[in-house]
Each structure stands twice: as C-alpha cells, then as structure tokens.
C-alpha cells in the first residue's frame, strides 16, 4: 500500500517529483469523457518509465488470441480498446537540448486533478544538464461539455536563461499496444495533413476498420502576446507535427495552447472525417482555452449536483468517494448505448476495456441514482442489441433453441475470454444481465422496457439454463456440473450454490415477466413469441421443474448454503492465520494450491444473499456471513463492497466502514499493488454501494425508496444525492437524523427505519434518531 497522495477534498495532489511511481499516478491522474480517455502522460518527451494510454471508447482490435494448448470452443479472438493517436504531445527543446524529466534535474513537482472542474494541472522546475531552468504549468481536459475535443495550455517560463527553444505541438498515430499478443500495430495510415499552425492524422484499424481522425490546431504566445508562427512540418508515418522556434527572454513566458479533436466512423462517414474534423478544431480554437475550460467546469457542476457524496468529518474517505465517482463518470456518461464501462476505463490497457458483468452486477445501481434513467435503459440495451450473438455463442458451445449464453468478456457480442475455467463455465454471468433487467425496472418502474426488450433476453437466457442443468437419478434433483462461480479461486465445481440460486431465479423471473407483458401487452407478446418460436406451455413447464427440482448444496450442521459441493472436505483455515507473507495468494502461491484451499478470492454465496436478500432472513444472511467472510481474501476488488453493504445489514457499522474505506481509497493508495495496470473502475461504483446501500440502507421496496441508515462513528454526518422516477433528493445522515431535501417539484413518499415520510414538492424534513 502506498500513502503518497494528499489528503484533500476536492483534489488530488501529488506533490514531488517520483519516477518510480509514474506509472501509477499515470493511472490514477486519467482523464475522460465516455468518448475518449488518456493516461496522464506528460505533454513533453520523457524517457523514463511510461506507458502511453489514449483511447477512443469503442474503437477495437480483434488481437488474436494466444494461449498454450488450445481447446474447442475458445473465442479465436480477444477485442480490445487500443491505444490510439495522441494529441496530447508538445515537445520542448531549451537550446539544444531537449526538455526531459528523467534527464533533467527536478527541484519542483505537483500533478493535481480537479475533480470539481474537471482537469489536469501538472506544475514542475526543471534544470537541464547545461543548467538551464524553467518552470513548467500544463493544464489539459477532455472536455464533457463537447466529447470530441480536448485542450492543453502548457507554459514554459525561462528563469535564468534567452536564446532559442523550439516547441513540435504533434499529433501521433504510430502507436503500439503493451498487450498486443504477437507485437502487432493496430493502425494503418488513411491520410495525414500538416498545416502552419496544425493539421491531423487519420488512421484505420485492421479488420474492424473503425477510422478516427486526430488532429490539433495551436495558438503560440510570448509574454502573453500572440506570436504569428512559421512552423517548420514534419511528417511520419501516422505522425504530423509542427516547429516553431521563438527566442526565447528570461522571465517571459512561451505558451502553446493546443486544441484537439478525435472524429470517429463511428459517428460520421470515414470519408467526411477530415471536414469535421477542420470544422471542429475552427470553432474551439475560435471559443479559446479559457471558454471552453469554463464550460467543461459548468458541465462537472451539473454533474456533480446529481451524484456528489459529501461527507464530513474524514477527508481521506471524502476524497476517496469523490475520486470513485469522478473516474465513473469519466468512463461512461451513458449517451450512447453502443459502449460500456471497461474495468478500467481510460486508464490502462488491462482487461482490454472490455464489458464484464461488472456492469450489471456492480455499475448499473450507480447509474440507476445518479444519473438520468436513459444512461442506465441505453447499458441494458448494449446487451439486448448483443443477443443475437449471445446465441451464437451458446451454439457454439453446443446449446440449441434459442438459448444465449452472453460473454463473459466481450466488445461487439462476440466471446473473447480464453481460459476455459472462465469462458465456459463462468456462465452465472448470464444472471447478472437479468438481474440488471430486473433492477431497472424495480428502480425506475420502466415496465414498458420489459415487452419492448427485456422478455426476449430473459426467456434466451432462462433457455440456457433449461439446458445446462442435468437430471441426477443419484439425487432426484437437477444439478449443475462443471461452473465457476463468482470466486475465481475454485473452478470447474458442482452445483455452485450461488449459480444454482441465480439460474432458478432467472427461470421464475422469465414466468413471471411473461404474463405480466401476456395481460399488459398481449399484442407484443404475441409478436415476441412468434419471433423466439416459444413453445409456452411446454418450456415453461419445463422451467418450473428444474424451479421446483433444483438441488443447492446447504450443511446442516452449520444452517449454511455450500459455496459447491464438496466445500467442506477443504481444510478450513482461515485467513487470520495465513502469515501476511503468503498474501496476495494469487502471486505468492501455485493455482493448483489456491484451487484446493477454502480461500475465497471475492463475494460467492454472499454475491447471492446481496442480490436476492428479500428471499432469505437476517439470520441466515448472518450465519453465511459469518461463515464465509473469515475464508475470503477480498483479492477481487468487487468483493470488499459486497460485504461492506452486507456488514452494514447486519449491523456490523466497523467492519462496513473497513471495507468501505478499503474499496474507495483503492487505487489512491494502490492497495492491491496493481494501479500502475490501469483503475479499478467497475469497483468503485462498489464503493458508491457501500455508502449509499450500506451506511444508507437505501432500497427500493414496493415501488418507493427505502432508507435505514446509520453514521460512521468517524464522521459528523454524510450526504448523497438520489434521483428517483423524476424527483430528485438530498440525503443526509447527521448525528440529530435523517434529513431529507427533496429538490424537484414532485412530492415523494420515502420509508426512513421502517416508517413512511412524506416529503412535499421542494421541501425537506428531519427524521430524528
Ligand atoms: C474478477 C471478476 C471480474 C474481473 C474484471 C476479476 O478479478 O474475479 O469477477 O469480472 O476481475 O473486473
């Protein structure tokens, strides 16, 4: 675990220049804006350690995949966000020699993002090896207000020295992918322009062919008075840049303000890319940097006035949360629904930026509070539009009739994981993706979803399930042979019990959903189920018996549900008396001997009390808990959450608040020591979970909100923003109550501890403790 960024609550500072964690501070100082991201690689040219991350959300590469012995079935493909053309680049020559932080003698440092308004402001001294000395201010943002532009204002100011420095503003599209299976370039060159004060470089991905246009237009100050360039262009393969050599006067500054853009074919027609592109860079350099950095922090405002979390008394937790909901909405704003949210986002090339069920099992109540229903409608429909493949990639594997099976990893559909263990037999993903069906529709109370799409999803996934359980005569029960359950560190396991449970509850939810459309849309179910050829008499008679049959693994001794058969032949060590040595036990010991220990990598019978807790009584959510929480190592970073909302249920305030302290400060202190590969994004929308559902209690029972909250003893009091079927509230739990602001002209009832409030139209009540 690290501690060196500082405490502060808006901000995120680094102070001092340390080279050796660049890598991760390029990770956790990541900007983006849902369309586009970057790592916070410096502007200049640097030499030390880096890995250059720019990234356009949905632009991917079918990298073919590579494992030792293949099998029958692997996705012969793993899709991933490449690395795209950087527009972030200004070189800096002082004399002759070129401006290089790890070449240079560094007397001053501070990176700092502003979470408030939304930028990156990278402060330094720097002395050359002839003694040159400059102080350097670079500011950039993505911008949210106008995704496809980005803006940078980087100043050198000379302190002890006149004469020449040259400065290339670049566009570079040459760019490679650490995790390129066979060292491959992504992109192949379309066209490239270089004029005076700009140009661009279009490029194209191999086989998927997506085209994006990067491009920059810039402005040159001396003193803070316009300089009229003549700037000498360079150009490379998918590279263009512009010098410009000034003279420069000690104690004057030299500013160059660049202004980018990113046009993809996503969006217009390959061949119109290069006149948008010019158009868009005319009106923000004509806008200026100041305008549009004004806007960008009016956009964050808005942001921030529907999904803030304050809380008083403890700036490292405030700082943590903020940082978490910041970075989510930095990867996804919800606009279109062909993207979704990465693992980590902008911020590193692990994971591909692929879509895992992270987000439906962790991100989609995030999106569901804070943000408009439509950001949440459009995540559900990147998998309806993605069913079709679901399909086909059941089929693959050999199921039939309309049954999916959705990928466990995936960009267009299509499966791309390759580890047998996960591809095949992960499958209670599949549960996931209904479940997220069935908490948008509690949450916004959207019905109108389910005939139009939601049906048709669940009764392909219940279909899949019909045929991956079996009949055992053994048992007289349907069984399911042959899973991976949500923790990674048992595979191929029978009747996970955590599987079992999900699949015979995305059965009933398929029953149900469908007579509900039956007698609310009979003329849509009609059509729906002549389009899936549904046979409803017999399927779902089918249904109801594996329902009805279904074997799950429980231990009487100890009134707990078995994670998998077998679970308790294991030795039952528990993770106090593992020596700290050993951990993390996914890089200090062999799989085979994670796969034979009792150790829980995350969240696994207890993922199933989270979801479906109305099912089961306090009693025996405690006993499971209390069971399985001492086996598990919490090497996932989904898993701290999930047991922080749970402790929080149980009334168990300190070990809530240690988990939740756990997954907001995770990548600001690196607790897992893997930042440096990128952010854990789809995790902190965990932590926006654990203090929302958690010290909030918040629920939605019986189509209202529900609240049962309590204070860390930490904080003087803590407050978040709900947004629910078009009103929107302020939460706040203070030492006196609960109070409740209702800040839309929309009466609401909501149940604080068990008790109905009525809060009118703009106004707000207290509910004493
Ligand atoms: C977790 C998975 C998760 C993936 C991506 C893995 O370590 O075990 O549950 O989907 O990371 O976040």
Known sequence: MKNYIQADEWKIIEEGFKPELNLISES????????????????????????????????YYPDKTRVGWWKNGYPEYFAKVINAASWIGVDVVLGDEQLDLAKCEVTAFRRELNMKDGYLKRTFRAKTAKGVEVDVEATRFCSIADD???????????????????LTPYINGDVVNKDSNYDEKFWDEVEKECWNDGGYVQSRTKKTGFEVATGQQFIISQNNIPVDVASKCTQKDKYIACTVTLQAIEGQPITVTKFAANISSQNYPANALAEVL????KTISAKGFETMLAEQAAAWDKKWQHNDIIIEGDVAAQQGIRFNIFQLNQTYTGEDDRLNIGPKGFTGEKYGGSTYWDTEAYCVPFYLATADQKVTRNLLLYRYKQLGKAIENAQLLGFKDGAALYPMVTMDGAECHNEWEITFEEIHRNGAIAHAIYDYVRYTGDEKYLADYGLEVLIAIARFWTQRVNWSDERQKYVMLGVTGPNEYENNVNNNWYTNT?????????????????????????????KVSLDEAKEFAKFRDIIEKMYYPFNEKLGVFMQQDGYMDKDQTLVKDLPSSDRPLNQKWSWDRILRSCYIKQADVLQGLYFFEDHYDIDTIRRNYDFYEPRTVHESSLSPCVHAVIAAKLGDEARAYEFYLRTSRLDLDDYNNDTEDGCHITSMAGTWMAVVQGFGGMRVKNDKLAFNPFLPAKWQSFSFHIGFRGTLLNIKVGKEGVHISNLSGKEITVSVYGKDQLVDANDQLLVEV
Do not use: H
Request: proline residues 4%.
């Open 28 to 59: 956790i100082f990541s900007l983006g804006n849902g369309r586009m991201g970057q790592r916070a690689n410096f502007e200049e040219t640097y030499s030390g350690n880096t890995l250059s991350g720019n990234y356009v959300a949905g632009v």
């Open 148 to 166: 496809e532009t980005g803006a940078i204002r980087y100043t050198v100011m000379p302190l002890n020295y006149s004469g020449p420095v040259t």
């Open 278 to 281: 010019k158009t868009t860079l």
């Open 502 to 530: 999900i699949a015979v509850w995305c059965m009933q939810y398929a029953i149900d959903v469908a007579a509900k459309v039956k007698s609310e849309s009979p003329d849509k179910y009609q059509v729906l189920i002549g």
